[in-house]
């Protein structure tokens, strides 16, 4: 503190932050002056480069790498103040995946990271929004001096986006709705850490309102808007039209001849009957799947804007009592 400070100056210190604690019996600072603390690039640059460092190694299925992204993101969770949803009073979920035959090349294990705000409003606290991505890659490969297969976009960035607006949401009174955050493991090998939340879910299905799977948005797509990011089967609900009208810079997905919307971990809960849509940037840049898939080709100004715009939204959509619907002919069949 300046020197000279009286009372009056501390006085002021004391009321910039009040701490209340709210209905689920977790201290949260109310913010003044803003309505919560805004998304940085500071904040996504940090938790990009480890999830998408050397040092990760690619972060591979079912390997020890996957695991301590897991725990990474669970550390986060735990200084912001969620509530842990994994094994032992953690945040992170080990999932033992079944082995099919003496062929059988699939991990043997996989991990979850997951926790929840729990709601404060006496009823719509059951009502569950879920905010989710993968943290697993193609880890390292071959003898080529890059061997890294980093998965800067695909999908630390994702993870990144969801660890931020867990920071952002947990930093001030708890929403109405209860807000579960997900991070899958394995979904690049065949979407065991989804399979597994399917089987085993911390709330009854049918208690989640909207589910948003966010897939590679470090990059900007060129067919679409600058600092915009596409919903995959935007024309399947009623999701992506009221995201955007309360400020989600959000168009349909312009490449539906690459049925992305049945390429990621919402495709599980959408056959469940969720409302469960992959959000995105890709534009089929040459990168993915390859070890330029780096920190060196993020756009960090993109992506800090990307979920920046998505604050607001997912906000309301945690404060409202609007409930997204499958048009006629949008929900997927269960089979498929």
């Known amino acids: ?193 989804a399979a597994h939340f399917l089987e085993h879910p911390p709330v009854p299905l049918p208690s989640i309102v909207a589910n948003l799977e966010f897939e590679m948005i470090g990059r900007p797509d060129p067919l679409v808007p600058p600092r915009t990011a596409w919903l995959a089967g935007y024309e399947r609900t009623t999701l992506g039209p009221a995201l955007a009208a309360h400020g989600a810079r959000l168009v349909a997905d312009p490449h539906p001849e690459q049925k992305f919307f049945q390429r990621s971990d919402n495709i599980a809960l959408a056959r469940r009957g969720v409302v469960a849509q992959g959000l995105s940037s890709y534009g089929l840049h040459p990168q993915y799947h390859t070890p330029q898939d780096d920190l060196a080709h993020i756009d960090f100004v993109h992506m800090t804007a990307i979920i920046q715009s998505l604050v607001a939204p997912i906000e309301w959509l945690a404060n409202s009592s609007f409930v997204p619907a499958w048009r006629p002919g949008g929900r997927p069949n269960p089979s498929r």
Not at 74 to 84: K, M
Not at 140 to 145: L, T, W
């Open 1 to 193: 503190m300046r020197r000279g400070a009286g009372p009056l100056f501390r006085l002021g210190a004391v009321l910039a932050l009040v701490v209340c604690v709210d209905v689920s019996g977790r201290a949260a600072p109310q913010w003044f002056g803003s309505r919560r603390p805004r998304v940085t690039e500071a904040s996504i640059r940090g938790h990009m480069e480890m999830l998408a460092g050397d040092a990760m190694n690619g972060r591979a299925s079912g390997t020890r790498d996957e695991w301590l992204a897991a725990v990474y993101i669970g550390s986060q969770l735990r200084g912001w103040g969620l509530t842990p949803l994994g094994d032992d009073g953690g945040f992170v979920q080990t999932v033992e995946i079944p082995q099919e035959g003496g062929n059988d090349r699939r991990p043997v294990r996989t991990w979850n990271a997951i926790g929840k705000i729990e709601g404060r409003h006496p009823t719509r606290r059951r009502e569950v929004i879920l905010l989710s991505a993968h943290l697993d890659h193609l880890g390292a490969r071959g003898n080529a001096d890059d061997r890294i297969y980093n998965g800067a976009d695909d999908d630390a960035s994702g993870s990144t986006a969801v660890l931020e607006f867990a920071r952002v949401l947990a930093s001030g009174s708890a929403p109405e709705r209860t807000v579960i955050f997900v991070w899958f493991g394995s979904e690049e090998v065949g979407g065991f850490g």
